[in-house]
C-alpha cells in the first residue's frame, strides 16, 4: 500500500523562475493538502484540494497555485521564484468524509538561488 | 486566529532519561483537535496522536504519554526513558472543526529532540 509519495525529493531555482511539484495521495485518499516548512519553522498550510478545486487557501499570493487530476493526484506551482521561497514543500492526503489523519510524504526540497 | 507555541527549542537528554515537550495553544473556538507530529531527519511528519477538545483524558502509548489541560490550554508530551531512536522535531498542531479531516493545521515551531547514548 503506496503512502504519499512526491518528485522531485530535491529542486535547484534561480530567482524569477518557475517551478511545479507533484504529489501522489495515498490509495484511497482524495483529498490532498499543500504545506510549506521554512527550514527551522513549523509547516505552514498552502491550500486544499479535494474533487479537483481548491477548497481552502492559507496565506499565500496568487503565483503559488495548484492543481489536482482525476486520479486525485496534485501539482504546485510557483511563478516567479523569491529567495524566500526556499522550503520544504509537504503534500499531505486523507479521505474526504472520513475522520484519519492526514498522511504525509517526504516532501520536495526547493533551494531558489 | 489560532496559534500554537512550543516554547523548547531544543532538548538534550542522555538515553533512559525521561523529557517532556510542552505545547501551548490559542483558540477562540470551543471545539478543535489537538495533534503531536515526529518529524525524522527524512522529512515526513509521523502522526503520533490526535485529542479532541471535549476528551481530556490523559493517554498513554507504550513509553509515549499525553497531558491534555484546557484550564491552562496546554497539551504536553512525555516520553517516558528516551531512546536514540527518538531523536526527531517534534510538533504539536492544531486544527478547528470542520476542517475535513483536520487537514488545515496550524503547527508550532516545533522542539529538536536529541537523545544521546
Known amino acids: 500500500d503506496a503512502g504519499v509519495t512526491q518528485s522531485p525529493t530535491h529542486l535547484i531555482k534561480t530567482r524569477g523562475q518557475q517551478v511545479t511539484l507533484r504529489c501522489s495521495p495515498k490509495?484511497?485518499?482524495?483529498?490532498v493538502s499543500w504545506y510549506q516548512q521554512a527550514l527551522g519553522q513549523g509547516p505552514q498550510f498552502i491550500f486544499q484540494?479535494?474533487?479537483?478545486?481548491?477548497?481552502q487557501r492559507g496565506n499565500f499570493p496568487d503565483r503559488v497555485s495548484g492543481h489536482q487530476f482525476p486520479n486525485y493526484s496534485s501539482e504546485l506551482n510557483v511563478n516567479a521564484l523569491l529567495l524566500g521561497d526556499s522550503a520544504l514543500y509537504l503534500c499531505a492526503s486523507s479521505l474526504e468524509g472520513d475522520n484519519s489523519p492526514l498522511h504525509f510524504g517526504n516532501g520536495t526540497r526547493l533551494t531558489v538561488t | 486566529a489560532q496559534k500554537v507555541t512550543q516554547a523548547q527549542t531544543e532538548i538534550s537528554v542522555v538515553e533512559k532519561e525521561d523529557v517532556t515537550l510542552d505545547c501551548v495553544y490559542e483558540t477562540r473556538d470551543t471545539t478543535y483537535y489537538l495533534f503531536w507530529y515526529k518529524q525524522p531527519p527524512s522529512g515526513e511528519l509521523v502522526f503520533l496522536i490526535r485529542r479532541n477538545s471535549f476528551d481530556e483524558q490523559n493517554e498513554i502509548s507504550g513509553r509515549y504519554s499525553w497531558n491534555f489541560q484546557k484550564s491552562t490550554s496546554s497539551f504536553n508530551f512525555t516520553i517516558t526513558a528516551s531512546q536514540v531512536v527518538d531523536s526527531a522535531v517534534y510538533f504539536c498542531?492544531?486544527?478547528?472543526?470542520?476542517?475535513?479531516?483536520?487537514?488545515?493545521?496550524?503547527f508550532g515551531e516545533g522542539t529538536q529532540l536529541t537523545v544521546n547514548p
Open positions: 490509495s484511497g485518499h482524495d483529498t
Open positions: 484540494y479535494y474533487e479537483e478545486e481548491e477548497r
Open positions: 498542531a492544531l486544527s478547528l472543526e470542520g476542517e475535513t479531516s483536520g487537514s488545515r493545521l496550524t
